[in-house]
């Protein structure tokens, strides 16, 4: 069983940034996928950014294309996911997961892989 821990959120002002991390254990990380999804209050969890088990492919949703960069290093069995230019409608707890990356990042795709606790990301002035 892959476990996974989120760390990095907090507050930060519109127009700021953040770098989340996801640190897995207990299996070896070069095998999956991995992806990081966003739950607002009152909204359905959404799909973010993932990337294949290389590094090779990365997707994004619409809403963060341009402003977050997913990343991998295998060796430190770490998921990043860097956010810039934020925005308050990016506030929501962010959790990363392992399951199939495809443009979709469809979170149904994604609910029988091994998710993380979550970490709060609040973008407010």
């Known amino acids: 069983q892959l476990q996974l821990v989120e760390s990095g959120g907090g507050l930060v002002q519109p127009g700021g940034s953040l770098r989340l991390s996801c640190v897995a254990s207990?299996?070896?990380?070069?095998?999956?996928?991995m992806g990081w999804f966003r739950q607002a209050p009152g909204k359905e969890r959404e799909g973010v950014s993932c990337?294949?088990?290389?590094?090779?492919?990365?997707n994004y949703a619409d809403s963060v294309k341009g402003r977050f960069t997913i990343s991998r290093d295998n060796a430190k069995n770490t998921v990043y996911l860097q956010m810039r230019s934020l925005k308050p409608e990016d506030t929501a707890v962010y959790y990363c997961?392992?399951?199939?990356?495809?443009?979709?990042?469809?979170?149904?795709?994604?609910?029988?892989?091994?998710w993380g606790q979550g970490t709060q990301v609040t973008v407010s002035s």
């Open positions: 990337i294949s088990s290389s590094g090779t492919t990365t």
């Open positions: 207990g299996l070896i990380l070069d095998y999956y996928d």
């Open positions: 997961a392992s399951g199939p990356c495809d443009s979709t990042i469809a979170t149904i795709s994604w609910v029988s892989g091994s």
